[in-house]
């Protein structure tokens, strides 16, 4: 297995981070596999949605009616609503696997593979890239 971790500043605001491309760079040439992305955050997550149509912003409005930004949660430190940070990873997982045809990924037509963060107290992300190959 080769693996790679790379760095991602998401700024001060709640955000989906499109990391398709660094994907697509991260397996070109190397055939047949597995791509696998995990984000040793307990904070973020991966998501494998369609981007630059809306549904990047409404994944973000889903997560805010799910987890809203109040005072309910009981891990209270940071920002309000902190807590609901350390939630989302229940509903978007830390770690997303995709198929690797040829050096390709084998991504539907309109599917991204995206870092998502609602941590606004912490804008640095690490992403572990792995390649298993077939």
Do not use: K
Not at 70 to 99: E, F, N, Q
Not at 126 to 132: A, I, K, N, P, W
């Amino acid at each position: 297995m080769d693996s790679d971790t790379r760095t991602y500043r998401t700024g001060a605001r709640e955000q989906v981070l499109d990391l398709t491309r660094d994907c697509a760079d991260f397996v070109s040439g190397r055939g047949d596999g597995l791509l696998h992305l995990f984000v040793p955050h307990a904070t973020a997550g991966i998501a494998i949605i369609e981007t630059g149509a809306g549904s990047d912003t409404d994944l973000l409005a889903a997560l805010a009616d799910l987890l809203p930004a109040d005072d309910r949660w009981r891990h209270r430190h940071g920002s309000p609503g902190h807590g609901r940070s350390h939630v989302m990873p229940a509903l978007v997982p830390p770690y997303a696997t995709v198929p690797v045809l040829d050096g390709s990924l084998a991504l539907g037509t309109w599917q991204s593979i995206c870092l998502v963060d609602l941590n606004v107290d912490n804008d640095v992300r690490e992403v572990r890239f792995s390649f298993l190959a077939g």
